[in-house]
């Protein structure tokens, strides 16, 4: 037996990349949000008083808008590297894949009420009306580990609607 067949080897494999993951998404934003949020603070002290620095309100504004968008993303990877993944058990309702940018496509899906994302190679054989196991981050959405299982007895998948 090859250590690729392995699902211990996989899972945790899986599981590393995707702590990999929350650390890279903290270094790359948390920093601009720390200077996005300074500069906000300094320039809305320097617009308010007056100052001599340049500062405007369409500047704070800016700055204010971008220090909310970094802070969301390096606040909730933040956020998941104090805390365990959470395991969850249902029916896929809705699995569905976006392109994000011209490069990259996410996938996704939707178990009860959380809309997760994961990789493509960890989703691949996850459909729409499968009774999946799903360990995950609860504050990012990221998906450590899948799997999928017969679901307990007596239990029918929820009826989905028809899209357009």
Known sequence: MNWKDDPEIQAEIQRRGARGSLVR????????????????????????TGGSHGGTWVLVMVL????????FQGI???????TAPREESGFVERRWAR???????????????????GEAGLLEHI??????????????????WVAKEQPPEGLAPPATRKRR
Request: charged share 15%; glycine share 6%.
């Open 99 to 117: 392109r994000d940018s011209l490069v990259m496509q996410t996938q996704y899906m939707r178990l009860g009420r959380n809309i997760l994302r």
């Open 76 to 82: 909730q990877a933040a956020l998941d590297l104090r």
């Open 25 to 48: 998404t903290v270094v790359i934003w948390m920093p601009l949000f720390l200077a996005c949020a300074l500069a906000t603070l300094f320039f809305l002290a320097d617009t308010a």
């Open 127 to 144: 459909s729409e009306g499968d009774y999946v196991t799903v360990s995950f981050y609860p504050h990012s959405a990221v998906i450590v």
């Open 64 to 71: 204010g808008v971008l220090s909310v968008l970094f802070g």
